[in-house]
């Protein structure tokens, strides 16, 4: 990765006019995206992802504001003639053409002569995991296998950027595990700028240096995964992503003196059935568990807080078994936690 821009989005607002009124869909978004990044564009479903794409690739155009490809403005260029290509969730493959002749696609509009595009067919081929399949026809694959070859065909010309649009959103989850750390180390392997667009918070966490969670429209924050995970900026992004337990008003103010509203991870937090000693670096509450979930590594506790609110903790089990975390149901337990581990989020 370099410290090149790649990508830049100016004040990019994209709005679709109807006559039930105007969707903002894409509400005054900035960003930069660097050279060789891998970087996803993380939210649900309608915050405007697949838009942002769109209009980077070219396929739709901003309502106002600029879209720079490596320093140039390409607004208002065709997608052809932008160094772009895009892979999309349901891979598009051309059914009647061969695994081979599908991934020399681009090859061939340019006019490369066939030798040598079965040579770099195969090369992508070998780089996706799928050599010897050239002759196959897409019919003959699985869903992972067509994926990989959508992936092969859209890198064959080499493109500066790589687009994704949800690209393992068809596969069961093993799968999509699988393919999240070959797409990664794909894209170590060629440096080719990745954008790549999940509603899955999982997937962006496991897979980017960056991301940037989206709500209807707009940018709530841009980080990598750990900056995003552990201080969430806002209270959208710690409920969006992973786990969190949000306290404010009354309840904040008895656990740590201010009525500001807080995050804290589950998983920061220690159940404990005695009343035990913590230190001064500790925040504490009492509870009630409400609800146990045995979940083989690990057990989620909903507590009920004594004076109103709850938290979810999470806790490894170590030593317990399911019987052990079972009988925790209805028991008061007290909860601490480092004060480190809180974070204000506003709102
Ligand atoms: P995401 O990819 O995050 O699910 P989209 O970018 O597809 O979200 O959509 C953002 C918003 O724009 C949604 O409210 C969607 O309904 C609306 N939208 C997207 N495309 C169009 C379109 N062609 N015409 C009208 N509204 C659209
Ligand atoms: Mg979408």
Redesign the pocket.
Known sequence: MSDKKAIELINVCRV?E?ASGN?N??DNVSLEIRDGEFFSLL??????????LRMVAGFDRPTSGQILLYGKDVSNLPPYERDVNTVFQDYALFPHMTVGENVAYGLMIKKISKPDREKSAEEMLDLVQLPGFSGRKPSQLSGGQRQRVALARALINHPKVLLLDEPLGALDLKLRQQMQVELKSIQKRVGITFIF?T?DQEEALTMSDRIAV?NQ?RIEQVGTPAEIYEHPATPFVANFVGTSNLISGEVAKRITGSEARFSVRPEKIHLSKTDEKFDADMFSVGGKVRDVVYLGLYTRYLVELDGGGDLVVVEQNLKTTSMDVMQAKDQKVSLFWKKEHIRYVGG
């Open positions: 679709f109807s969707v869909a894409v939210g649900p479903s309608g915050s405007g992802k697949t838009t942002s667009v509603h989206f429209g």
